[in-house]
Each structure stands twice: as structure tokens, then as C-alpha cells.
């Protein structure tokens, strides 16, 4: 059997596994051959990205189509694709925006983007009512910490290993994956770090103990907060995106021992949030308020890259001080995608619709563990949901080489997912998904699964 060359520690699947070189060969004709040769010639090469694994020439929906023709349900997406692909009123939006106003200079506002910020903070539970705009996840997040800093007076954070918040240098300190850390040097002084909140691979052996596994890692964050007894923020993936789903129960006593110990709470939702669990920010699923939410991905659409950052009122300390003077920071052709993309999900129920939609799912799935013994756990909020696959169901030992041969059998059906930590397909749905685009990517791993098991006997 073919060894996948993949970490079990990263949000994607490697690029350097042999079955991608084998897929490749089967699948992929000589002009895209020929295109993949010329992107490896010039772009910068790194992991989890290059080479490529093919070329694309159109996006619709749920869908992605290459440049062979052949067609394949996207439930990756890179996480933009709450309304779809190309969706008519996102791209109408940003063709009209481009004819009036195409872009806004520094030091002047606009419509497009203070209508957005005042929707943001109408949406936003709690009292997050300020808002501030940027190109990415990593440089929202990027600019909660230095708010934290300013608001606090301290510079140190805590969060969690295995997590994903950015590959900027200050968002890979905080993040918790080997892949962006290992070698790279010094790295942001004071950002300590937790386990996660992950029952099924609880470091402290918790296990199957109902609950035991959240609150043991609240009590060790607690304890971690009070031996630093200054740190600024703690900041977490409110929804792991591998995914790993804490109980209420965590986060009501994560946010009860910031406030203890005088630390912010800083949730980050970039992949996530605008409804793809169900609620329109994940963190309505646990009761509290986190003293900053990140969001982004979906938010520009598919089209513009576009994130922002969302505070309580008492945290808009910072008028002397620039955290995030970017150029684009309020660009009104990325802010009249946001509004589109709002008011898509808004007006067609998309928010219920994904709860409805991935709780059928979600059984449909759990349903498959009883027939396929590399199945270890099945777990999801909404279009967000994770099959994690094992060797052995007592062990939990990882199936990372099989998760590897799932992915590309699915892919070689007309579906693209990715692998996370190794061993998770990780199922990152659209909110437009038909029920029957579900079920024909529940077939298709149902099937995927029943030929890799059939190659291991």
C-alpha cells in the first residue's frame, strides 16, 4: 500500500502524496499537464499548495469545473462559498460598484463600507458594534491582537495547539500547526499555548467521559492564565475547523475565567461564520460573547478577499494609534460584495436552511459508520462536518494513508474535500447545496470508502 506523505497536524491535505502524482496521471490531459508545469515554474513553491493539483476553468454554485470539462461538487471551497460560486446577485453587485466607485483612498469612507459596518454590528450578538475591514483572516486577526494589546496594556496570548489562524508571522505564534511553525525562527515573544477542546484525541486521556474532556481543558487554560497572571487575550477558533466541536460548557467557563483574570476573549469564526453552522456566527451555538469576533472567507463572496474584525463598544481605545491602516481597508467593491452576500443569505433563509439540510446530513453520515469500520467519529454543526477515519476503533490509531486514498477516489467520482489533520475528511459545504447534491456526496464517500476497504483487505 501507498504511503501518503501528509502531516497528521495540518488543516490540509498534502500536496506531496504520491496518489496526487497517480491521480494526475489518470485524470489530466496534456494542456493541463502542460499548465501545472508552467504554475510550478513560477510561483513559489510551499507546502500544502504546490504543485497544484489541477487547473480550473469555471466556478458555479457548488460546483468547479476544470479545464478537461469534467465537473466536480465542491465541498472544500477554501471555505468562500456560503452563497456559491459565482452567485448572480454577489456578481451584480460588484459590476455595479465597479462603474460608480471602484475603489476609495485612504483617509476617505464610503457607502458600501460604512453600510456594511452598520450591518455587522446589527448582526453581531452582544455588544460587538465596531468594526474594521481587512483583506484576510490572518490580518484581522492579526489586528484583534494588537487591540488587545492597546486595550490591556499586556502583550501575551493564549491558544491553543493544532489551531489555524493565519500564516503571518504573528497568526502562525498563535496558531498551533507544525507545518507553518517548525523552522522558521523566532516567533511572537508571549503567545503561550492550550490543548484543545477535542474529545475524541483529548491529551489528557479523558475519552468518552461525557464532558470531562471540555472542562478539564477550561480548568487547564484557567490554571495557564492565572501562573501568567498577565496575559492579554485568549484567543481560539470558536468552532475548531477540522472540525472539533466544544461543548456550551467550555465556553461559558473559558469566558468566565477571562473575565476572572482581566483577559479578552478573541474568537476567530474565518471559516465559518455567515451561517455555515447553522447560526450566522458559530458562537450563537454556545451562549456568551466574546470580547472580539474575526470572520471572513465567505464574506467577499467568492470573489473579493474581504474579513473584518468586530469589538465591543468599550474597546474602541485606539483613536491614537493605527492597527490596521491597510489600503484597502474599506474598499467599497469588496464591502458591496459583503452587503450582496448578507443579503443573499438573508433573504433566501440560507442560516435555517444549512441547520436543516446538515442535520440530515449529519445522520446520513453517521449512518455510514455502522458499514464502514475505518469510520472512527462523525461530527458537524450545520454544512460544517468532519468524518474521521482509524485504523483501529479501540486504539483510535489514525487511517492517515487511507484517508489519503478516500480523498482521491472521492475526487476521482466528481467530489473535492480535503483531509484535515491527516486522518479527518472534512466536509465544507455551501449554503445553496441541494438536498441532493448531499446525497450524491454522501453516495460518493459511502462508495470511496467501500473501495479503499476493499484494497486493504
Not at 331 to 357: F, H, K, Q, Y
Request: net charge negative; hydrophobic share 45%; aromatic share 6%.
Amino acid at each position: 500500500m501507498t504511503t501518503a506523505v501528509a502531516s497528521n497536524l495540518a488543516e490540509g491535505d498534502s500536496n506531496t502524496s504520491p496518489r496526487r502524482a497517480d491521480w494526475q496521471a489518470r485524470h489530466l490531459d496534456a494542456e493541463a499537464r502542460e499548465l501545472l508545469a508552467e504554475d510550478a515554474r513560477y510561483f513559489l513553491h510551499q507546502s500544502l499548495s504546490t504543485p497544484c493539483l489541477n487547473v480550473l476553468d469555471g466556478a458555479d454554485g457548488a460546483w468547479i469545473t476544470d479545464t478537461s470539462g469534467h465537473r466536480y461538487l465542491d465541498f472544500h471551497g477554501n471555505a468562500v462559498h456560503q452563497v456559491g460560486f459565482g452567485n448572480p446577485r454577489v456578481v451584480a453587485a460588484v459590476i455595479d460598484q465597479l462603474q460608480t466607485l471602484p475603489f476609495s483612498p485612504r483617509r476617505y469612507t464610503n457607502r458600501p463600507a460604512i453600510a456594511l459596518a452598520r450591518k455587522l454590528a446589527e448582526l453581531a450578538p452582544g455588544d460587538l458594534s465596531r468594526v474594521l475591514f481587512t483583506t484576510s483572516g490572518a490580518t484581522a486577526n492579526s489586528a484583534a491582537i494588537q487591540l488587545a494589546r492597546v486595550a490591556t496594556g499586556r502583550h501575551k496570548t493564549i491558544s491553543m495547539w493544532n489551531a489555524f489562524h493565519g500564516g503571518t508571522l504573528d497568526t502562525i505564534s498563535i496558531g498551533g500547526e507544525a507545518q507553518f511553525r517548525a523552522g522558521i525562527g523566532p516567533l511572537l515573544a508571549g503567545t503561550e499555548h492550550v490543548p484543545p477542546p477535542e474529545p475524541y484525541r483529548c491529551p489528557f486521556r479523558c475519552l468518552d467521559r461525557a464532558g470531562a474532556c471540555d472542562l478539564t481543558c477550561a480548568r487547564y487554560l484557567e490554571y495557564v492564565l492565572e501562573k501568567e497572571g498577565d496575559v492579554a487575550a485568549v484567543i481560539a477558533e470558536t468552532v475548531r475547523n477540522t472540525p472539533s466541536i466544544p461543548s456550551a460548557r467550555y465556553w461559558q467557563a473559558v469566558r468566565a475565567a477571562c473575565d476572572r483574570h482581566g483577559a479578552l476573549l478573541i474568537l476567530d469564526e474565518v471559516p465559518h461564520a455567515l451561517g455555515r453552522t447553522g447560526r450566522f456566527f458559530t458562537v450563537e451555538h454556545f451562549g456568551i460573547v466574546p470580547d472580539i469576533l474575526v470572520i471572513g472567507k465567505g464574506l467577499g463572496g467568492g470573489i473579493m478577499p474581504l474579513a473584518a474584525l468586530i469589538a465591543r463598544e468599550g474597546l474602541n481605545v485606539a483613536a491614537d494609534r493605527a492597527l490596521g491602516h491597510f489600503t484597502h481597508e474599506k474598499n467599497p467593491v469588496a464591502c458591496a460584495a459583503g452587503l450582496a452576500v448578507i443579503a443573499e443569505i438573508e433573504d433566501r433563509g440560507l442560516v435555517a436552511r444549512a441547520a436543516e439540510l446538515g442535520a440530515w446530513a449529519l445522520e446520513e453520515l453517521r449512518s455510514l459508520q455502522g458499514r464502514h469500520t475505518l469510520i472512527g467519529d462523525v461530527r458537524g454543526l450545520g454544512l460544517l462536518m468532519g468524518v474521521e477515519l482509524v485504523r483501529n476503533r479501540s486504539t483510535r490509531e489514525p487511517a492517515i494513508d487511507e484517508a489519503d486514498a478516500v480523498m482521491y477516489e472521492c475526487l476521482s467520482r466528481g467530489l473535492s474535500l480535503k483531509t484535515a489533520m491527516g486522518n479527518v475528511l472534512h466536509i465544507s459545504a455551501p449554503l445553496i447545496v441541494s438536498r441532493d447534491e448531499l446525497g450524491l456526496a454522501i453516495a460518493i464517500i459511502d462508495d470511496s470508502l467501500t473501495e479503499v476497504e476493499r484494497v486493504a483487505r
